[in-house]
């Protein structure tokens, strides 16, 4: 089976990498190519819902593919809420387990654009100035700047200096727009 599936992928394209078990698997050093694990249950030693479990730390962000002769619908369901993007019972057709690979690969591609993306917002909030922070957490809460200033001391005119600044250095356009911000780099600016 691994050597039909690996003959498919590389006849579409694919760079491939076979491994005989789990262990062989997890001695490699983890990828950071786009790439995608075809995984069948059943294996040597350790099974693939064991394996998908210890790459849940290891590798968060590789997607997996279960193929199996022997699942049932608890199994299924499990890797599923686990994470995996199909579970396939063996036979299967080749068109299936492309489709489910093109689909592994898309959404690994779009995880990787967010990782960056929350990446350079969490750089541009770490540009901020524990003032400036301050200003922002009331900001995203809604609060009116003269409440803002009411709350940290300083006057309504500093206060729009620094949401002036804070706009400056996330380079957000509008309000709106920077709590969308702090949403997608998973920034929860502590209360002032």
């Given amino acids: 089976m691994r050597a039909a599936i690996d003959s498919l992928l590389r006849s579409e394209g694919y760079s491939v990498r076979s491994f005989s078990s789990a262990a062989e698997f997890l001695s490699r ?8 694990l075809v995984l069948d ?14 790459l849940a730390s290891r590798e ?29 019972p063996k036979p299967f ?17 779009a995880a990787r654009v967010a990782t960056a993306e929350a990446r350079e917002l ?6 901020l100035t524990p003032r400036e922070r301050q200003v922002l ?17 300083i006057s309504e005119v500093t206060v729009k200096i620094h949401r002036g600044q804070v706009m ?14 702090t949403e997608r780099a998973g920034i929860a600016p502590a209360h002032p």
Avoid: W, Y
């Fill in 29 to 36: 050093p983890a990828t950071k190519a786009l790439a995608c």
């Fill in 41 to 54: 249950v059943d294996l040597p030693g350790q099974n693939g819902l064991e394996l998908q479990r210890a």
């Fill in 60 to 88: 968060p962000s590789l997607p997996v593919v279960f193929i199996t002769g022997h699942g049932d619908i608890r199994m299924s369901v499990r890797a599923i809420k686990e994470g995996a993007i199909e579970f396939l």
């Fill in 93 to 109: 057709l080749d068109n299936d387990l492309l489709g489910a690979i093109g689909q592994a690969l898309e959404k690994a591609a």
């Fill in 122 to 127: 969490r750089t541009r909030f770490d540009s």
């Fill in 137 to 153: 957490t009331g900001v995203v809460a809604g609060r009116l700047n003269k409440q803002i200033a009411h709350d940290l001391g």
């Fill in 168 to 181: 400056q250095k996330t380079r957000a356009g509008s309000l709106p727009e920077l709590v969308r911000m």
